[in-house]
């Protein structure tokens, strides 16, 4: 069987800072999420994901291994803004799960 083929923009951290502006977060959710973002969904060091990535001013905490919940909303933005639709909520619910059955000191490592 086919997969759905997943329809990916590379987005700068202005550009996701920008799709960000008008939410009523604060900047260290707003951060969050752009970290979190760019980890699950970078393609590899030249990406303009990694380098948001890399230079995020937003370091997790050592037993944290996905978005908080508090900036979820921020998240859900940024996959609605830059990734398709139905890929996005294919991949949120894959996330959530697998965040629901790993204990808390495993890493997430990205697809």
Not at 23 to 45: C, M, V
Not at 50 to 76: F, H, I, K, Q, V
Request: hydrophobic share 35%; proline share 5%; aromatic share 10%.
């Amino acid at each position: 069987m086919a997969q759905a083929k997943l329809i990916l923009s590379d987005p700068t951290r202005d550009e996701m800072l920008t799709a960000l502006a008008q939410s009523s977060a604060d900047e260290f959710d707003i951060e969050a999420a752009i970290y979190w973002f760019a980890s699950d969904w970078h393609g590899g060091q030249w990406s303009n994901l990694y380098s948001a990535l890399s230079t995020s001013p937003y370091r997790p905490g050592w037993s944290e291994n996905c978005c908080p919940d508090e900036a979820m909303d921020c998240y859900d933005t940024l996959m609605e803004r830059f990734v398709n639709a139905l890929q996005a909520v294919l991949r949120v619910t894959n996330i959530r799960t697998s965040e629901q059955k790993r204990s808390p000191h495993q890493s997430r490592t990205s697809s």
